[in-house]
């Protein structure tokens, strides 16, 4: 059988608990008490003096009020792209194709146009063409292995 009456005093110790800490929540520390970080990231401590080694860094901003100076300034510029390969006229009618004949019968119906059987049936196959087209083009560049003389990944 459970014991209703200590249940209730433990609540009521959590709830004195709890209103102690929102009394002492605006008090401020003692300050006989240790930090609780080394001394080198107090900021108090790190606004006076400035680094041990005399090299200029993160913190002599603090002590001079400017910015130590970036020794990277040289940073990574990548080189320009390459251009972009040209299309051919097939393989630009077979993305037509693919984009085209289902662009077509989406705003044709969309618009509530007739449609004759023969502008659907080119569409159809304006899609399946231009789906044929692109996955016959596909390059294998590398030539089929056996199991044996793995390469791994190859870039």
């Not at 993160?58 to 390459?82: E, I, L, M, Q, Y």
């Amino acid at each position: 059988m459970p014991d209703w009456d200590n249940a209730e005093q433990k609540g009521s110790d959590e709830d004195a608990a709890w209103r102690d800490l929102v009394a002492r929540f605006d008090t401020p520390a003692a300050s006989d008490q240790p930090s609780p970080w080394p001394d080198r990231e107090d900021p108090e401590v790190t606004a006076v003096q400035p680094e041990a080694s005399g090299t200029p860094g993160a913190s002599s901003w603090r002590t001079t009020g400017k910015p130590a100076p970036d020794p990277d300034d040289g940073h990574f510029v990548p080189p320009p792209p390459p251009p972009l390969p040209r299309l051919e006229p097939l393989t630009k009618a077979a993305w037509a194709g693919l984009f085209g004949g289902p662009a077509y019968l989406l705003v044709a119906t969309a618009a509530r146009w007739s449609m004759p059987g023969i502008a659907v049936f080119c569409a159809i196959a304006a899609f399946v063409a231009g789906v044929a087209l692109l996955v016959l083009r596909l390059n294998d560049s590398d030539p089929p292995s056996s199991g044996d003389d793995d390469d791994g990944a190859v870039v």
